[in-house]
């Protein structure tokens, strides 16, 4: 906790904020909405990336057990990634989590600069789970940090802000150190989430439970009404190639 205090500074605040605080906490998911390249301005809560995590979070919600699992955000210093600056924040919420409710196991969902900063605090010892969707990756991108975690990378094929083939190939280049990673391209997709939309929650919701279900920690799964999310995380990581759908 001192460590958290002191890394944010002179901005103050939580880099933590809990939106559902369960009786047990046995597990958490917590969102990390998207960015700029550079910033140094405070992030706003109805800044439009923000936004967007909140339907997204609420679906995950509904896959998870409300009496056991937390449900949080990560609160950013500044809207830029500048040196790394959101992955530093996702960290702190995390050492805070970890100090406040023990070494529960956390999944991560990050979107655009979020994906990428989910990627970057899946070195913390308590991630079990990361969901990229339309994250931004760099052609160096690090995926050591992934080896014992699970990865699913959701990309809309028709992105004009984040690359879907540098998804792939960061899926790609993570298999091939070990790690157990899953790429899922959207057709029609793009950044903002907003075709398809429905279909984007509902995968955010079914893979959440999938990187969760070995904790015990969801309800027995239930097939999709239009059955087209069922199994995406499995497939997606057993699939020789991106899953498309």
């Given at each position: ?34 960015g700029q390249e550079e910033s140094r301005a405070r992030p706003r ?185 069922a199994g995406l995380a499995a497939r997606s990581l057993t699939s ?6």
């Open positions: 906790m001192a460590a958290t205090a002191q890394h944010r500074g002179d901005t103050g605040g939580s880099p933590l904020r809990v939106r559902h605080l369960p009786p047990r906490v046995r597990a958490a998911v917590l969102t990390l909405h998207g809560h109805w800044h439009p990336a923000a936004l967007r995590m909140r339907p997204v979070l609420r679906s995950a919600a509904s896959a998870v057990s409300p009496e056991e699992v937390l449900l949080g955000e990560v609160r950013y210093r500044h809207r830029g990634w500048n040196e790394g600056d959101p992955a530093q924040d996702a960290l702190a919420a995390l050492d805070e989590l970890t100090g406040a409710y023990g070494a529960v196991p956390v999944v991560l969902i990050g979107h655009s600069m979020g994906g990428r900063a989910a990627l970057t605090a899946s070195r913390h010892p308590q991630v079990r789970g990361v969901l990229a969707l339309a994250p931004w990756v760099v052609e160096d991108e690090p995926v050591d940090q992934l080896r014992g975690r699970r990865l699913v990378v959701v990309h809309g094929d028709r992105d004009r802000v984040t690359s879907p083939a540098a998804s792939v190939a960061y899926v790609r280049r993570a298999r091939a150190r070990g790690v157990c990673a899953g790429a899922v391209l959207v057709r029609g997709g793009d950044h903002a989430m907003l075709r398809r939309a429905g279909f984007w929650h509902r995968s955010a919701a079914e893979i959440t439970a999938d990187l969760l279900r070995d904790e015990d920690l969801v309800p027995p799964a239930r097939a999709p009404e239009d059955g087209r999310t020789p190639d991106a899953v498309i759908v």
